[in-house]
């Protein structure tokens, strides 16, 4: 192990205090990361209601302990540094709106974590649709196995009922539009890992899916049976160092998927 040399350019995986090992520190961008000079981007995570709220059940200590806040704030600082780090991209603080906010309207992307606890209302239904249909992009994240498939595509479906949701897999431009990937990873959520597997509930193969606008642009990105969350929230971990191969390729595709939205 050691630390990368500062005059060679690094990968969306290293940051102040995380220690690369070589084949992954070998792995740079294939575009120059000031490409993107002019941009600007916020990571804004989505607070939603879930099946627990609509019962009036839901009682936490916490923010943190409610789905929609799952590998938060660590999650959103540590992506938020490394796009800086790696691109000329203009980046703000991250923040937490709904979908009722006014302020949805002032951010080309947003995430929503654990999707299989999503329970939308009417009103966050439209706003949603078109803010999608608008040029936004959103990416789900954090969710597992034919259940908790069934329950994420019950909610898009009140979205979007008459449009199909899509593989997109390489050579899609999305594997190549920073870092180039040859195949959509599969990051263990940290509780995996250490049970020595990379999937959980049943969701043994990971996918990238998506929803297409007419022009064919994914406005929905939807990461499934796979943990990029856990991947950028536990990369400064350094009691776990077997895990910094999954937070590489965690970084390289969520960086790959905020520039893809940035650009088209």
Same mark, same amino acid.
């Given at each position: 192990?050691? /630390? ?18 070589? #084949? =992954?520190?070998?792995? *740079? ?15 804004? /995570? ?6 627990? %709220?609509? %019962?009036?059940?839901? @009682? ?9 806040? *799952? ?8 992506? @938020?540094?490394? *796009? ?21 309207? +002032? ?5 929503? =974590? +654990?999707? @299989? ?6 009103? +966050?239904?439209?706003?949603? /649709? ?17 259940? #908790? ?5 019950? &909610?898009?479906?009140? =979205?979007?009922?008459?449009?199909? *949701?899509?593989? !997109? ?12 990937? %040859? ?8 509780? @995996?890992?250490? &049970?020595?597997?990379?999937? +959980? ?15 064919? /642009? ?25 895990? !910094?191969?999954?937070?590489? &390729? ?6 790959? #998927? ?7």
């Amino acid at each position: 192990m050691f /630390r990368l040399p500062t005059a060679l350019r690094v990968t969306a995986a290293m940051a102040v205090g995380v220690w690369l090992t070589a #084949e =992954v520190a070998a792995q *740079i961008p294939v575009i120059d990361g000031t490409k993107f000079a002019g941009l600007k981007w916020t990571f804004a /995570r989505i607070k939603y209601g879930s099946f627990e %709220d609509t %019962d009036g059940g839901a @009682s936490r200590l916490a923010y943190w302990d409610e789905p929609w806040a *799952i590998d938060a704030p660590a999650a959103e600082q540590n992506l @938020s540094r490394r *796009i800086k780090s790696v691109t000329a991209i203009e980046v703000g603080d991250p923040i937490v709106i709904t979908l009722e906010d006014q302020k949805l309207w +002032e951010h080309p992307w947003i995430y929503i =974590v +654990e999707p @299989s606890n999503l329970v939308l209302k009417d009103i +966050e239904v439209t706003n949603l /649709r078109q803010f999608l249909l608008r040029g936004g992009t959103l990416t789900f994240d954090d969710f597992h196995g034919p259940y #908790e498939w069934e329950l994420f595509e019950r &909610q898009i479906k009140r =979205v979007f009922p008459d449009r199909e *949701i899509v593989e !997109i897999a390489p050579p899609h431009p999305i594997y190549s539009c920073f870092y180039k990937l %040859d195949k959509y990873p599969q990051i263990p959520g940290l509780g @995996s890992f250490l &049970q020595g597997r990379t999937w +959980e509930k049943g969701g043994f193969t990971a996918h990238l899916r998506g929803i297409l606008d007419d022009k064919g /642009r994914p406005m929905v990105l939807v990461n499934w049976n796979t943990d990029m969350g856990d991947g950028v929230e536990w990369s400064n971990a350094a009691e776990y160092p077997g895990y !910094i191969k999954w937070t590489a &390729q965690a970084y390289q595709m969520l960086i790959n #998927e905020v520039i893809y939205s940035l650009t088209h």
